[in-house]
T-cell receptor
Framework: EDKVVQSPLSLVVHEGDTVTLNCSYE??????LLWYKQEKKAPTFLFML????IEKKSGRLSSILDKKELFSILNITATQTGDSAVYLC???????????FGTGTRLQVTL | NAGVMQNPRHLVRRRGQEARLRCSPM?????VYWYRQLPEEGLKFMVY????????ESGMPKERFSAEFPKEGPSILRIQQVVRGDSAAYFC?????????????FGPGTRLTVT
């Protein structure tokens, strides 16, 4: 059975800190890995990663994939209170169109 | 707003009643996915549909649950004879096409509470 594990489960940081969220996976026929941000509503798409070692960047957020070690990290620099959310990692496998999600990392950024 | 739309946002049903959840995909998207999120758990895939076709229903419970995506109108997830364990957030996502190169965009979800 495909498995996606995220760590830590939750994290509290001060505004301005840098955080690293982890996602490891054990799946058959990996195709892509996606990161989403979920506040009290729809998960919003952040990144899709398909190739090892190529960093994707959007503002203060960046992510990279290691297909040899089967993990990805999501970095957030200079955190702000608006970054408080649950960050979800999902893996797309084979020809199936479904995503397998981890349970998420709950990030709280305090003043 | 051209995003994925779901309604209702909140739904309360008594045990034994039917729940009907609706999803309108993003404009131009013809691929719809339903996921369920139980409290303190990740999203779990339920079903993938294209217009008038169920493509993958490997995550659907065998009984009481059904889904459709008619030629006209929204996709519907139907839960018959609801039980307390059906209480969850149900999210719909859509994509432009199928396959791992296409992001899935999510709607705001329907929070079902069974009393």
């Amino acid at each position: 059975e495909d498995k996606v594990v995220q760590s830590p489960l939750s994290l509290v940081v001060h505004e301005g800190d840098t955080v690293t969220l982890n996602c490891s996976y054990e799946v058959t026929n990996f195709r892509s890995l996606l990161w989403y941000k979920q506040e009290k509503k729809a998960p919003t798409f952040l990144f899709m990663l398909t190739s090892s070692g190529i960093e994707k960047k959007s503002g203060r957020l960046s992510s990279i994939l290691d297909k040899k070690e089967l993990f990805s990290i999501l970095n957030i620099t200079a955190t702000q209170t608006g970054d408080s959310a649950v960050y979800l990692c999902a893996v797309h496998t084979g020809t199936a169109s479904k995503l397998t999600f981890g349970t998420g990392t709950r990030l709280q950024v305090t003043l | 707003n051209a995003g994925v739309m779901q309604n209702p946002r909140h739904l309360v049903r008594r045990r034994g009643q039917e729940a009907r959840l609706r999803c309108s995909p993003m404009k131009g998207h013809s691929h719809v996915y339903w996921y369920r999120q139980l409290p303190e758990e990740g999203l779990k895939f339920m079903v993938y549909l294209q217009k008038e076709n169920i493509i993958d229903e490997s995550g659907m419970p065998k009984e009481r649950f059904s889904a459709e995506f008619p030629k006209e109108g929204p996709s519907i997830l139907r839960i018959q004879q609801v039980v307390r364990g059906d209480s969850a957030a149900y999210f719909c996502a859509s994509s432009l096409s199928q396959g791992p190169s296409y992001e899935q965009y999510f709607g705001p979800g329907t929070r079902l509470t069974v009393t």
